[in-house]
């Protein structure tokens, strides 16, 4: 079968963890020929783990055989990376978000139309079997019409979790401006919401950088009971309007302990989503069973239902009316692939798009847009005013369902 041939620049946590195992072994469609990082190390382990070259940046982006740069670097390298490798006629795909700024985004997304090429973004969990299936339940009308839409995570990023980097030289990321809350796990809930729903259309926020200082208070870490400056928005709340009518809340915060919830209201039922951060979770709904029907309830008199073949009948017992009007929680079936750990995807299916000269699902429109709602959010808590949005984007193609094994599903991403 035909692969793309790419070059990995970022050899780093979630390199390490998931991507390029993904990349090497599970995408067939994949060929990793190298990969880079500005510490040596971290290229040569993945080079050694993998059987792939360690190369320099520069090597990589004057390959001629490498079609498509996959920037995993962290977000404040991610522009640097990026528009040099469109300049070299490369294809990116780059981890999220895509750039720190909104100025920064635009001006790639400005140099991929330049150079030609295709310029895809995480993050790409949307792709996932949950945020599928729920598409598709949601696109079937589940719960009728949707009228709303809830996001919310909260958690603690603080210097002492295991997630921070003890080398002080490289100082995590999620603690920077571009890679803080509302950026890194923010994202996935902006793309799922996209992905669910489409563009938004305005935004009002409130919020800021609430906790600017903070102390190192890892034992471990040789800045122990020093303080530092983040320089980042940690809690933000924001009220949106979806282009299709839909009004939404998002409130993410690092300020808080965690929480999680992620919910769609519609006319008929509420949708509760999974976490989108994740390939697995459950899908619930919440709506009135089906049959009996209720058609009409009158104080003081016996109430009147239809049946399911529509036969009228008038109903006495009123334990089975409470049956009746009861809502009732299921949890929904998953029809897609990939609930494992599966980052990457969207690479894969750039890598589709290439070979069959369709648009890639994770088009940098989605990211652009993503980073616009958070840029919307910080513009509105700054100035006091709705933030009308510049950019739209469509919904990504649904993935259609497949109840092939782990292996076979990659023929989905091959339409
Ligand atoms: N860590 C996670 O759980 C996670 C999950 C999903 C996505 N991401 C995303 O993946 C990206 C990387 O995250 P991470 O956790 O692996 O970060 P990291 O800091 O662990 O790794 C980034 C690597 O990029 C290298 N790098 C930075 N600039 C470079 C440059 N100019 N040239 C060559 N190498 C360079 C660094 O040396 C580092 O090894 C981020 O965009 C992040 O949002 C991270």
């Not at 019409?145 to 958690?155: C, L, M």
Request: charged share 20%; hydrophobic share 35%.
């Amino acid at each position: 079968m035909k692969q793309i041939k790419v070059g990995v620049v970022g050899c780093g946590g979630i390199c390490k963890a998931t991507y390029m195992e993904n990349m090497v072994n599970k995408f067939k469609v994949i060929d990793v020929v190298g990969c880079a990082d500005l510490i040596d190390s971290r290229a040569q382990f993945m080079a050694d783990k993998y059987g792939i070259k360690k190369m320099t940046v520069d090597e990589m982006m004057n390959d001629p055989e490498i079609e498509v740069i996959v920037n995993l670097t962290y977000p404040e390298s991610h522009f640097e990376i990026s528009s040099t490798a469109m300049k070299h006629g490369k294809h990116v795909y780059c981890e999220k978000m895509m750039a720190p700024t909104f100025e920064e985004a635009k001006e790639l997304a400005r140099l991929a139309e330049e150079n030609g090429v295709m310029f895809t973004t995480a993050p790409d969990t949307f792709l996932g079997s949950w945020e599928q299936s729920a598409r598709k339940h949601l696109d079937d009308g589940i719960i009728g019409k949707p009228v709303t839409i809830h996001a919310q995570v909260t958690s603690h990023y603080e210097p002492e979790t295991p997630f921070f980097d003890l080398e002080p030289k490289y100082f995590f990321f999620p603690l920077h401006y571009g890679g803080g809350f509302p950026f890194d796990l923010g994202g996935y809930y902006i793309h799922q919401m996209i992905n669910m729903l489409g563009s938004v259309k305005r935004v009002s926020g409130f919020g800021g950088n609430l906790n600017p200082v903070r102390k190192y208070t890892n034992p471990k870490h040789p800045k122990y009971g020093e303080t530092f400056e983040v320089n980042t928005p940690t809690t933000l709340l924001a009220a949106l309007e979806f282009e299709n009518g839909v009004l939404g809340t998002f409130h993410i915060s690092s300020d808080s302990f965690s929480s999680r919830s992620f919910v769609i209201t519609g006319t008929d039922g509420t949708l509760t989503l999974g976490d989108p951060n994740s390939f697995s979770s459950e899908i619930k709904v919440t709506r009135r069973g089906v049959a009996p029907t209720l058609e009409k309830i009158v104080p003081g008199q016996a109430p009147t239902t239809v049946s399911a073949n529509g036969e009228v009948k008038v109903d006495n017992d009123i334990q089975k009316l409470g049956e009746a009007c009861a809502a009732q929680t299921v949890t929904l079936p998953i029809y897609h692939g990939y609930s494992s750990s599966s980052r990457g995807i969207g690479l894969a299916d750039m890598c589709y798009a290439l070979i069959n000269g369709r648009r890639p699902r994770c088009h940098y429109d989605i990211g652009l847009h993503a980073i616009e709602v958070i840029h919307a959010i910080e513009e509105s808590c700054k100035t006091g005013k709705t933030y009308e949005m510049t950019t739209r984007c469509d919904r990504p193609a649904a993935i259609r369902p497949s109840a092939l094994t782990e292996s076979g599903q990659e023929a989905t991403l091959d339409d």
